[in-house]
């Protein structure tokens, strides 16, 4: 649509966005991300789609992914030289209502800080979405990896200078939630918050204390060696996992017997 948006093409977005209302949608998004934006007037193409959608849709909430939505240089060198200005015209361009995915100064971002948040903030003219791509592991490097340990690197200091806080969760749903939780914990807590703690706390209500004292034991293995690296542990890994009767067992198991791993990208739902 970003390269042609005309009357058929634009009829039939509105066709879409009708069809998704009447599903009932609480949130819209319009994902322009991973797509070639080396293009001219990039920014108000966009914003002319994102406000089609405005007009049109029932959604309590309308949100974008920009093509750059990173201050990341990669996104350079894989989709084009970012225009020049880019954040600020689409800051401009964009109704206020409408809100800005942002996944921070790396495409998968270390931290968060509030000087790094409030310089986004002024170029697109309203807080943030954070896109976390935490635990994330779709890519052909990151699926060989089991994203398990807690959140850090968020503290709750950034809370007044974003909008709200997305994660994109891993291959495996069940394990993504201990993550998740601990990222909810670290908000509650404040400066108390305790990374493992927390973890363990999270792993231990949702996966029960014999589960969860495996997988902090087996952390190592699992998100830092990675499969390709166990060698004569997968196999022992994979009997004690395969023991237990739990959701997230098996998705140890299923990732031990290499079904999650990829060799290409797996395209958003």
């Known amino acids: 649509l970003y390269r042609d948006f005309s009357r058929s093409a634009k009829a ?25 934006g080396d293009v001219p ?18 959604a309590s909430r309308v949100v974008m992914c920009p ?6 240089r990669m996104l350079d060198v894989v989709f084009g030289q970012r225009p020049k200005g ?16 942002w996944t921070g100064e790396e495409i998968c971002t270390r931290e968060f800080s509030t000087g790094h948040l409030t310089r986004v903030a002024e170029a697109l003219r309203r ?12 890519g ?43 990222l909810v914990a670290s908000y509650r807590e404040s400066t108390a918050y305790s990374y493992m703690s927390a973890f363990r706390a ?10 969860a004292s495996m997988l902090e034991r087996d952390l190592h293995a699992l998100q830092d060696r990675g499969h390709d690296r166990l060698a004569d542990d997968r196999e022992r890994l994979r009997q004690c996992y395969a023991a237990m009767d739990h959701p997230m067992a098996a998705e140890v198991v299923r990732w031990l017997d290499g079904a999650d791993t990829t060799d290409r990208w797996v395209e958003d739902a």
């Open 41 to 58: 007037d990039l920014a108000a193409r966009e914003a002319e789609i994102v406000h089609t959608a405005l007009d049109v849709t029932h």
């Open 140 to 182: 052909p490097c990151m699926s060989r990896f089991l994203h398990l340990r807690a959140f850090t690197g968020r503290p709750s200091v950034i809370v007044p200078h974003i909008a709200a806080h997305a994660i994109n969760p891993a291959l495996q749903p069940n394990l993504s939630l201990i993550p998740a939780a601990t």
């Open 86 to 101: 880019y954040l600020e015209e689409l800051g401009r361009r964009l109704d206020a209502r409408v809100g800005i995915y």
């Open 12 to 36: 039939d977005f509105i066709a879409k966005i009708r069809a998704l209302d009447e599903i009932g949608l609480d949130d819209l998004a319009i994902l322009f991300d991973d797509t070639r």
């Open 127 to 138: 807080k943030p979405t954070l896109w976390d791509n935490y635990p994330v592991n779709d």
């Open 202 to 211: 999270a792993a231990s209500s949702l996966a029960g204390a014999e589960l």
């Open 67 to 72: 093509t750059y939505y990173s201050d990341d």
